[in-house]
C-alpha cells in the first residue's frame, strides 16, 4: 500500500485562520513521473489555498485528458472534482459556474488540451470571462502518449528522438491576451516564490484569469535541445516582477526605481520583498503586454510573471445579470412565482 499517504501528522504543524494545515488541502499520492514540473504546481495551489484560508468544500476543479489533467487528484482531495473529455473541461466549467458561482473554480489543462483539441472551447471561455482559474501545465510535448511535439513546443527545438520541430509554436499567454483574457500570467513550475503569489492574485480575480506555467517533463521532454527543459527555461527566464497579493484593508503603496528592489511590511508584520525590472511596458495595457511578450520571444527569454490584467471587465454572471443566489439553490417558488408575475412579465413586453 506505498500509493497511500500516511494518516498521521505532527500536532504543532502551522494552522491557517481557519484552523486547518497544509495536510487538509492534499490530495492523493502522485503518481507522475518523479521530478515532473506538474507536482510542483500542484503543490503551489495547496499552498495558494491554505494562505488565503479558503475552504477545501468550496472549490471545483475540473480538468481534461493528460497528465496534467491526471493532478486535480493530487491536491485538495475534500474539494469538488470533475475530470471531463479531452479538450472539453471549459464547457463542463461553464456548466457548473453556472449553477452554482459561490465555488472557487480551477481549470487544469495542458498544452495538448488546450492548443490542439481544446482550442475552440479554450477561446470561447476567455470571451465570456468566466470566473475561474485556468492553468495549463505547458511541457511542450504528449507525455501521456510517449512525448510527441505539442502546438506549444518552439521552432528549432529537439525532442528526446532527436527530431527536430519544424512548426511554430502557439504562444498561450500572448494568445489570452489577445482574445481578451481580463488576467493573464505566465510563470515556471520551479519557481514557486513567483507562482504562489500569481495563484493567489488569480484566485481573487473576478474574471477569467490564464496561467501559463512552464512545466518540463522529466520523461520526454529534459533533454538538451529542448526549450521546455529545466537547463532552457532557468537559463532564459526573465521575470516581469515579484509581488505578493495585498489584502483588502487599508492601501499599502510604495514607489521605487525601476531596476532596484525595496521590502514591503504586510498588514500581519511580514515582509515581502518587491523587485522591480527596468522594462518599458504596463501590464493594464493590453498592447504594452503583447509588445512586450513579443520582444522578449525575439531575444529568446520566457517572461514570467504577471503580464496583463484588467479588473473593469464584467465576468459572465454580471453579464448575464443571473441571480445572486446560486442558480442551484434556488426553489421552486423562485423558479415558479405563478400567473401573475407571468401576466406582469408580458404585459411589459406589450
Same mark, same amino acid.
Given at each position: ?30 503518481? %507522475?513521473?518523479?521530478? @515532473? ?11 495558494? @489555498? ?16 493528460? @497528465? ?35 465555488? $472557487? ?13 481544446? +482550442? ?11 470566473? +475561474? ?83 518540463? @517533463? $522529466? ?28 489584502? +483588502? ?16 511590511? +504586510? ?74 408575475? %407571468? ?8
Amino acid at each position: 500500500m506505498s500509493y497511500l499517504k500516511p494518516q498521521f501528522s505532527h500536532p504543532r504543524l502551522p494552522k491557517n485562520k481557519l484552523g486547518y494545515t497544509l495536510k487538509e488541502y492534499e490530495g492523493s499520492l502522485s503518481t %507522475l513521473c518523479a521530478g @515532473c514540473g506538474h507536482d510542483s504546481i500542484s503543490a503551489a495551489i495547496v499552498r495558494a @489555498c491554505y494562505e488565503l484560508d479558503i475552504e477545501p468544500h468550496l472549490v471545483a476543479k475540473i480538468s481534461g485528458i493528460g @497528465c496534467s489533467s491526471k493532478t486535480p487528484t493530487y491536491f485538495l482531495g475534500n474539494s469538488h472534482g470533475f475530470n471531463s473529455v479531452h479538450g472539453r473541461m471549459p464547457s463542463v466549467a461553464t456548466g457548473a459556474n453556472m449553477a452554482n458561482k459561490d465555488l $472557487v473554480y480551477f481549470g487544469v489543462s495542458g498544452d495538448g488540451d488546450s492548443a490542439s483539441i481544446g +482550442m475552440g472551447q479554450l477561446v470561447h471561455v476567455i470571451r465570456r470571462n468566466l470566473n +475561474m482559474v485556468y492553468v495549463v501545465m505547458n511541457n511542450g510535448c504528449y507525455g501521456l502518449t510517449k512525448g510527441q511535439d505539442s502546438a506549444t513546443a518552439d521552432l528549432g527545438s529537439k525532442n528526446k528522438s532527436g527530431a527536430i520541430n519544424p512548426f511554430q509554436a502557439i504562444d498561450l499567454a500572448s494568445l489570452a491576451i489577445e482574445l481578451g483574457a481580463s488576467f493573464v500570467g505566465q510563470s515556471f513550475s520551479g519557481d514557486k516564490q513567483q507562482l504562489i503569489p500569481l495563484l493567489k492574485a488569480a484566485i481573487r480575480h473576478q474574471g477569467f484569469a490564464f496561467l501559463n506555467v512552464i512545466s518540463p @517533463c $522529466v520523461t520526454f521532454n529534459n533533454n538538451p535541445g529542448s526549450t521546455k527543459s529545466y537547463d532552457y527555461v532557468r537559463e532564459h527566464i526573465e521575470a516581469t516582477s515579484a509581488k505578493d497579493l495585498v489584502p +483588502m484593508k487599508n492601501e499599502i503603496s510604495v514607489d521605487y526605481e525601476a531596476g532596484t528592489s525595496t521590502p514591503v511590511a +504586510m498588514h500581519d508584520d511580514s515582509e515581502i520583498q518587491l523587485n522591480k525590472l527596468a522594462r518599458d511596458w504596463d501590464p493594464e495595457d493590453r498592447l504594452s503586454a503583447v509588445n512586450a511578450l513579443q520582444k522578449a520571444r525575439m531575444e529568446e527569454e520566457i517572461l514570467t510573471g504577471l503580464l496583463y490584467v484588467n479588473s473593469d471587465w464584467k465576468d459572465l454572471h454580471r453579464t448575464l445579470n443571473t441571480a445572486k443566489t446560486p442558480l442551484n439553490q434556488l426553489k421552486e417558488e423562485d423558479l415558479n412565482p405563478g400567473t401573475k408575475v %407571468l401576466d406582469q412579465i408580458n404585459e411589459s413586453f406589450r
